[in-house]
């Protein structure tokens, strides 16, 4: 089956201790993206990579990092979180390519809090 | 830029009451536009799409769209909810970028109540 996996689903942690979402995709997407969502404000963008090894900032960088070191897997990582990443998280995948007709497949979202 | 605005943060509804909410949207070139669903405690769900064919486009569960060039609007209707639409509603404008990849943004959402 065609997804996107997120790993862990639901995690609760504690400030500045380091953290790792992990998102893997089996569509052989050029594309992912890392979204957050919290309430009234829909959802944002952390970062985006275009393909292996390509990564860019989206609208709201601060705080995060990425790696693309093989097309599937778009891990998501949190030096030193803090409380006002407490969001939920989604991975997105998509073929990219030149076109802006591609449809995104979401991850199922990873509920984090930071306590 | 692009943007999106959704219009209503809360739409109520009668069940068997037609569905109607409302997007508008501003990009630099010809978007590609998206409805997607978030059901309670689950992921985004792709409802329907536009990519510069039928202005009219139908989606899953009786949904449908109409992008409006003039009216830089792409509002999501449905003829009768069911108790099973209750959700939230995200209208998605997707442009491209310099690199030739496209990029999303979401509009704030809309949750839909639907009511017996």
């Known amino acids: 089956e065609a997804q996107v996996t997120q790993n862990p689903r639901y995690l609760i942690t504690v400030t500045g201790k380091k953290l790792t979402v992990t998102c893997s995709q089996n569509m052989n997407h050029e594309y992912m993206s890392w979204y957050r969502q919290d309430p009234g404000l829909g959802l944002r963008q952390i970062y985006y990579s275009m393909n292996v090894e390509v990564t860019d900032k989206g609208d709201v960088p601060e705080g995060y990092k990425v790696s693309r070191k093989e097309k599937r897997n778009f891990p998501l990582i949190l030096e030193s979180p803090s409380p006002n990443q407490t969001s939920l998280y989604f991975c997105?995948?998509?073929?990219?390519?030149?076109?802006?007709?591609?449809?995104?497949?979401f991850g199922s979202g990873t509920r984090l809090t930071v306590v | 830029a692009q943007s999106v605005t959704q219009l209503d943060s809360h739409v109520s509804v009668s069940e068997g009451t037609p569905v109607l909410l409302r997007c508008n949207y501003s990009?630099?070139?010809?978007?590609?536009l998206f409805w997607y669903v978030q059901h309670p405690n689950k992921g985004l769900q792709l409802l329907l799409k536009?990519?510069?064919?039928?202005?009219l486009v139908k989606g899953i569960n009786g949904f449908e769209a109409e992008f409006k060039k003039s009216e830089t609007s792409f509002h999501l209707t449905k003829p009768s909810a069911h108790m099973s639409d209750a959700a939230e509603y995200f209208c998605v404008v997707s442009d491209r970028m310099n690199s030739g990849y496209s990029t999303l943004t979401f509009g704030k959402g809309t949750m839909l109540l639907v009511s017996p």
């Open positions: 536009y990519t510069s064919a039928a202005t």
């Open positions: 997105a995948s998509s073929l990219g390519g030149t076109g802006s007709n591609y449809g995104y497949t």
């Open positions: 990009s630099s070139y010809s978007p590609s």
